[in-house]
């Protein structure tokens, strides 16, 4: 059976289109594995995964344009062993093989879209490398992958049932997609809403303070800083937002928006954010549901900070109902193109929360702890900063509170590290100081 792109899917084809050599739609996480390690085991979870989520084995059928796709029936677990036990310098070595592994481009007419590497680094500490596109996942997706392999690796060393549920097809999703863009009133009320939203909105935000205005943004190279929140800030600030009825996310949106405003000098701006979009009855299904959303913040400097993230909340509130809308759906209904066809038109600036869960999964034998998110040498958007709620990135039960992770993506032909470093530093500075007092001026937070 053929079948369309998803919407979501439409703008990480376009993506490959225009930019061939971008590995940006690459995501590859790294796997700890400590401990006694059963690897045919292990690689029969693997295929496990990959029989039982569909997304997996999509493949694109390059004939038509814009592409279809179908569920290949019979493809290889793609799956390789390496052994660096023996490397001099077993960090460098580590370093050019998962580059390797990540750099590779796939080919999107040949599933699975995803391949895995197994590296022995001693007797029993192992790293798996997982590769895949994201035209068949997304962050919701990577949680779903690590509870079923753990949890049918565990049933496999140890015979404990994996009691996976059901997961409805990627396939489905799309075709009920296709069936709801038909309808006549498909979006109408949320086009409504945001073109209210965005009427007059201004959707370049300079950043004089920080870019080289001489400088032209015409190739898609990015870098990332990666910042970690102790834990005994990261409680402070959960403690603060729950106490106030917010969450940390959107503390450190409204003072990131704030960080934009002293160095733009406007009050009105667009940030992008990234959200789910996964519909109802599809939680446990692998594939690419994610959208953007361009979220419009208004800051009054003399406002308290609190208010200012009761404001920005509350825009939060009234956005998410309309998440549905495709980016580019969007971007068309208002007239807008990208001039240099990379950067989306509705924002350069990106500020998400990555909170898709990590899956405990109890008894193991195994120490499993998660490294994602590699810099993948592209920045799509000018800057895109990610925040991970809990830094405890591990399958294993966690004890102790845990931080939280900044993740800074940034286009490079438009900043450099010390930048990004100073700019972090006040976002910090920012936090402390409405830690110390939220019923204080915006403006007057020390930064």
């Known amino acids: 059976m053929m079948f369309n792109l998803s919407r979501s899917q439409e703008i990480v084809w376009l993506h490959g289109e225009l930019f061939p050599d971008s590995r940006a739609y690459n995501f ?3 796997l700890d594995l400590r401990g006694p390690l059963d690897e045919p085991a292990l690689r029969r979870s693997l295929r496990t995964v990959l029989d039982r989520h569909e997304a997996f084995r999509l493949e694109l059928l390059p004939q038509d344009f814009p592409p279809r796709q179908r569920v290949s029936q019979d493809c290889e677990l793609r799956y390789r062993r390496h052994d660096l ?3 001099a310098d077993q960090a460098a070595a580590f370093e ?3 580059r390797e592994q990540h750099d590779d481009p796939f080919d999107t007419a040949d599933a699975p879209m995803v391949r895995w590497g197994l590296v022995r680094l001693g007797e029993d500490h192992h790293r798996l490398l997982q590769t895949e596109h994201h035209l068949v996942h997304d962050g919701w997706s ?3 992958v690590l509870r079923d392999v753990f949890a049918t690796y565990r049933e496999l060393v140890q015979g404990v049932p994996a009691q996976l549920p059901p997961a409805r097809s990627y ?3 799309v075709q009920e997609s296709v069936a709801a863009q038909a309808s006549p009133d498909h979006q109408r009320e949320a086009l409504a809403y945001w073109r209210s939203t965005l009427d007059g909105a201004a959707f370049d935000l300079p950043l004089p303070g920080l870019v080289d205005p001489g400088r032209v943004r015409d190739v898609p190279h990015g870098e990332q800083l990666r910042q970690l929140l102790a834990p005994e800030l990261a409680q402070r600030l959960r403690a603060a937002a ?9 503390v450190l949106l409204t003072l990131f928006a704030e960080l934009l405003r002293r160095h733009s000098g406007r009050t009105d701006l667009v940030v992008g954010s990234a959200v789910g979009n996964r519909p109802p009855g599809f939680d446990e299904t692998v594939g690419m549901f994610v959208n953007t959303i361009p979220l419009r913040i ?3 400097p003399a406002d308290s900070g609190l208010d200012a993230v009761d404001e920005v909340t509350d825009v939060l509130f009234r956005s998410l109902p309309h998440q549905g809308v495709p980016i580019q759906d969007l971007a068309r209904e208002l007239g807008l193109h990208s001039t240099a066809g990379l950067d989306n038109p509705l924002f350069r600036v990106m500020f998400s929360a990555h909170d898709a869960p990590i899956p405990h999964v109890e008894g193991l034998e195994l120490e499993v702890s998660i490294h994602e998110g590699y810099n993948t040498g592209t920045s799509r958007f000018d800057l895109d900063v990610v925040l991970i709620p809990d830094s405890r ?23 450099d590290v010390p930048q990004i470093d100073a700019l972090h530093a006040q976002l910090m500075a920012l936090l402390e100081a409405y830690l110390a007092g939220s019923d204080a001026a915006l403006s007057d937070l020390a930064a």
């Open 28 to 30: 590859t996480a790294a």
């Open 85 to 87: 036990s023996g490397a």
């Open 96 to 98: 050019r093989l998962w």
């Open 142 to 144: 990577f949680g779903l």
């Open 171 to 173: 396939a489905e999703h």
């Open 242 to 250: 729950l106490r106030d009825g917010h969450t940390p996310f959107v």
């Open 298 to 300: 208004r800051l009054a």
């Open 393 to 415: 990135r591990t399958v294993n039960a966690r004890t102790e509170p845990g931080g939280m992770l900044l993740i800074w993506d940034f286009a490079t032909d438009l900043f």
